[in-house]
Nanobody, 114 residues
Framework: VQLQASGGGLAQPGGSLRLSCVASVSNFDYYAIGWFRQAPGKEREWVSCISSSDSTYYADSVKGRFTISRDNAKNMVFLQMNSLKPEDTAVYYC?????????WGQGTLVTVSS
């Protein structure tokens, strides 16, 4: 399983970004897909995930601001990030999970600054 995240960049506080993650795998719809982030000097933390049945979950810190979605026909998952805050600055990673195994892609940097 190979995952590639994209869409990071510089945003102003209160702004928006949309992250994408594309997976090269068959039966993509069987996988739960998550987003994690790692800020400088901090441990990686879970942000959001979407199950194979399209149930969605969010960390309290992003609930109401971030929306995760998936397009199984394109093997893609998206993270729409609104009302961005400086504390959202981090490298964001997508993760695929199935049958006890985790797969990671490379990260995409999100910087929120005025």
């Amino acid at each position: 399983v190979q995952l590639q995240a994209s869409g990071g960049g510089l945003a102003q506080p209160g702004g928006s970004l949309r992250l994408s993650c594309v997976a090269s795998v068959s039966n993509f719809d069987y996988y739960a897909i998550g987003w994690f982030r790692q800020a400088p000097g901090k441990e990686r933390e879970w942000v959001s995930c979407i199950s194979s049945s399209d149930s969605t979950y969010y960390a309290d810190s992003v609930k109401g601001r971030f929306t995760i979605s998936r397009d199984n026909a394109k093997n893609m998952v998206f993270l729409q990030m609104n009302s961005l805050k400086p504390e959202d600055t981090a490298v964001y990673y997508c993760n695929a999970y199935r049958l006890g195994r985790n797969y990671w892609g490379q990260g995409t940097l999100v910087t929120v600054s005025s």
